[in-house]
């Protein structure tokens, strides 16, 4: 909990007050002090497996078997007929279908979708998601907003880090993800009209 308070407070300091010119050098001295830290403090070992997994160019090793854990769970609804591939298989599907006895959802937002929903639901969500996407850059790109961009940064992040990750899986990071996407498509459609 201090490492998540300090790391805001350099955050918050590093980033106050600055143009756009500043704020690269800021967080590019952030990324630096943050790399010094983690080499310092001993804390390299996750990188440095990872890096041991990229040089025998398995990919599903180095994705700590995500590749594996996706097909299980499109074979899953595609052996069970046209209804469940156009419809899914509900809610918690990953789970209920025990697929994994340690792992609990598929950990990409796009395969949890077509598990659950099926693709008229997976078809939507991108629908959804391509709007708030071209949104989110639209307001990167002309909002003089600094708040607005950090909020359509994250949601861009977030939807980047669902790709390997169950971010639309727990109900803490799909609530700040209905935010970010509610405040992003506000603003646009404020700016619109």
């Not at 143009?19 to 001295?29: E, T, V």
């Not at 969500?125 to 790109?141: E, R």
């Not at 109900?171 to 992003?184: D, E, H, Q, R």
Request: net charge neutral; proline share 2%; with cysteine.
């Amino acid at each position: 909990m201090l490492g998540v308070l300090v790391s805001l407070g350099l955050l918050w300091f590093f980033l106050s007050g600055a143009n756009r010119k500043q704020l690269m050098s800021r967080l590019l001295i952030l990324s630096v002090l943050s790399l010094v830290i983690i080499l310092l403090t001993n804390q390299d070992a996750i990188l440095a497996n990872t890096l041991g997994y990229s040089k025998e160019y398995d990919l599903d090793r180095f994705s700590a078997g995500r590749v594996s854990i996706w097909n299980k769970a499109i074979s899953v609804v595609l052996n069970e007929g046209i209804i469940a591939t156009l419809t899914g298989l509900g809610p918690d599907a990953f789970g209920r279908w025990g697929l994994d006895r340690v792992v609990i959802q598929p950990h990409n937002a796009f395969v949890q979708c077509f598990m659950e929903f099926g693709l008229l639901g997976l078809l939507v969500f991108i629908l959804f998601i391509t709007k708030t996407m071209i949104n989110a850059v639209h307001l990167l790109k002309n909002s003089d907003d600094q708040l607005m961009q950090v909020i359509a940064a994250s949601f861009i992040g977030g939807m980047a880090f669902s790709l390997v990750d169950g971010i639309f899986y727990h109900a803490y990071p799909l609530l700040m993800m209905i935010f970010l996407s509610a405040t992003i498509n506000a603003q646009v459609t404020a700016i619109r009209t």
